[in-house]
């Protein structure tokens, strides 16, 4: 149990993290579900109810009566009889308006353990006698389910453990019947193949349990003792500390009502000490999970850093360092994006091609360091003159280029010459005395069939025959 719990708490807290909210469902029942096992009430209560609260998000009946069923064994671990019965009921319910006649078959079957639980805890604190009503009632619908074949055919294994809760249900109800040859013929039943690999060993106590009812309620005390103790027995052996808390209640109480009070006193002691045990696993517990929230808020952290550095790196992949403007790869990954895998480009664009006229003059007479300053200037330049959604990027060297979306060539051509007279207009001589910068730009407008190398080679050749026709 204690292993299923730790693996069930990391199931949930991984589908909490990728976001599988059915997924997460899933798990915190089954989470609430060993919780109740091991006595961790409160934490099994809590993990129902937020089972609950997210099925409600995910709006199919199946995910909220699966949570229901869940949070009625966690109320019944917590000795709220009449809430849990009702959540159980609630969940049957979903299950029959969605027609899954199997889906009924747990929450009603867990209405009787819980009616049992309930009798047996009232019993021993307020002395009341069983009335087997409730109990009948509750197998009656029991009996609607397999007269229907739904419960045998249920998933894997599932069917093993219903019938013998079922077995185990119906001992009580012939025994708090006084019909104690019946009692002994359905806890025969509990535990039909001692072979079966498909039934759970905690079965083993439920069968000592019905033994004890059944011995108890003929006043056979030491045939009820003797199962009693191979009750709990089997109860700790499978880590399954509500039935062995139970076991203890029992034992206590049937030495009370032999005179053996000061046994009866030592079977409470034994209980106290094993809820003290279980309040120190529980610390435990709740060290390790903040010790794995730590963990995980580490890892978030680390990856919201990578995540962080990725995008800062593809980013300057995308940008060219000198000028800020988007690189070529940028410019090609665009440029691709939009003439698309067919024939025709997925929506009509242009191209400029723009170089910097005698810009080897200008590194060789002021330096790299006035060319490079040069650039910078014409890329603020170009980006000033293009439209929100163009993509004006440094292709390398002095070469710059402006994709223009949606744009035929009279657009471009536009943009274009107000870039000329921007570059005219610029006063250049503010970074060295007497300099002239002046710019050629060849345009294309994308054609069937082009690629990123003949849109640019068009561009290309237009852009010479511009310098070629200043002389």
Known sequence: MRSAHENAYRAAQLFDAIEQPASEVRALVWLAYVASSLRRNEAALACAMLATKLADGLGQ??????????????????????????????????????GDLAGQAWPSINRCYGEIVRATVERYLYARPADPGGLTARLDECRQFEAASAAPRAAAGGHVVQR??????????????????AASEHAGLILPDTQSAERPAWLDALAMWAACESALGQ????????????????ALLVEHEQVARTGYMLASGILDMQGRSREALGALRLLAQRDIAIRRESLEHHERVAKW??????????????????RRLERLSLEDALTGLPNRRHFERELSSLLGDGPLPAEPLSIALIDVDRFKEINDLHSHVIGDRVLKLLAGLIGGQVRQGDL???????????????????????????LKEAVHRHPWHELVPGMVVTVSIGLAESATGDSIESLLRRSDDDMYRAKASRG
Do not use: K
């Open 392 to 418: 004006p990027a440094r292709l390398g060297g002095d070469e710059f280029v402006v994709l223009f979306r949606r744009a035929g060539l009279a657009v471009a051509a536009a943009a274009c010459e107000r």
């Open 164 to 181: 013998a809760l079922l077995s185990f249900a119906r001992s009580f109800e012939a025994c708090w019947r006084g019909d104690f040859d």
């Open 293 to 310: 929230q730590l963990e995980l808020r580490d890892s978030s952290i680390r990856m919201r850093r990578l995540e962080a550095r990725s």
């Open 61 to 98: 009946p199946c995910h909220r009566g699966h949570a229901l069923n869940g949070l009625g064994i966690a109320l019944i671990a917590n000795g709220d009889f009449e809430r849990s019965d009702a959540a159980l009921s609630r969940a049957a319910t979903l299950a029959g308006e969605a």
């Open 219 to 234: 006043g056979a005390w030491a045939a009820a003792e003797a199962s009693v103790a191979r009750m709990i027995e089997g």
